[in-house]
């Protein structure tokens, strides 16, 4: 099966632009999380979608936003970008959510990078 | 809110001796898992090993294995006859067993260094 592949690789926006990044599950997948990772802070809960609806969500200002779409596939947005938000945005998936020790896989990253 | 603390945030060691890696976490639940996943410098997070907190046995995956102590709340990642390979960025990891999805809580991670 193929890994969970994330697009962009890198990005390099503006401060106030908005970025929309993109996440594809392993195949048959239908749990999505997305992290935020930064150094010191190690990996920061976004939210996790599952069959489209948001079921957690991280302490994030309301300028980041998701979305699953029914073939499991993910986009998050981040609106009005700030040079804070500069950091490596990971997304996992897993096949279920509970009743079991489901690890979840992740991809890559998107390095995003604000100036 | 679960807490997961990694003491340690940087670590070495020589090649060919043994590592232990410390983990320590905060919940008020009885059925969780733990993890510790490895992330090299090429940024793809693996999985290393996993935890049931219901089963006493340590979990053991090759030179890996885990000291589950489940009254302290404490998950150590024993990593032995280290090689090269194992220069990482390991992170322990928690998930809840309740049906509350599939947020996993991290630690901030320890780097291990791997010397020749």
């Known amino acids: 099966k193929a890994g969970v592949t994330q697009t962009p690789r890198y990005l390099i926006k503006t401060r106030g632009q908005q970025v929309t990044l993109s996440c594809s599950p392993i195949s048959g997948h239908r749990s999505v999380s997305w992290y935020q990772q930064t150094p010191g802070q190690g990996l920061q809960f976004l939210f996790e979608y599952f069959s489209e609806t948001q079921r957690n969500k991280g302490n994030f200002p309301g300028r980041f936003s998701g979305r699953q779409f029914s073939n499991s596939r993910s986009e998050m947005n981040v609106s009005t970008l700030e040079l804070g938000d500069s950091a490596l945005y990971l997304c996992?998936?897993?096949?279920?959510?509970?009743?079991?020790?489901?690890?979840?896989?992740f991809g890559p990253g998107t390095r995003l990078t604000v100036t | 809110a679960q807490t997961v603390t990694q003491s340690q945030p940087e670590m070495s060691v020589q090649e060919a001796e043994t590592v232990t890696l410390s983990c320590t976490y905060d919940?008020?639940?009885?059925?969780?898992?733990l993890f510790w996943y490895k992330q090299p410098p090429s940024r793809q997070m693996i999985l290393v090993i996993r935890q049931e907190a219901y089963k006493q046995q340590n979990a053991t995956e090759n030179r890996f294995s885990v000291n589950f102590q489940k009254a302290a709340k404490s998950f150590s990642l024993k990593i032995s006859d280290s090689q090269l390979g194992d220069a990482a960025m390991y992170f322990c990891a928690y998930r809840s067993d309740l049906n509350t999805g599939n947020q996993f809580y991290f630690g901030t991670g320890t780097s291990l260094t791997v010397i020749p």
């Open positions: 996992a998936s897993s096949p279920r959510t509970s009743g079991g020790p489901y690890e979840q896989y």
């Open positions: 919940t008020s639940e009885s059925d969780y898992y």
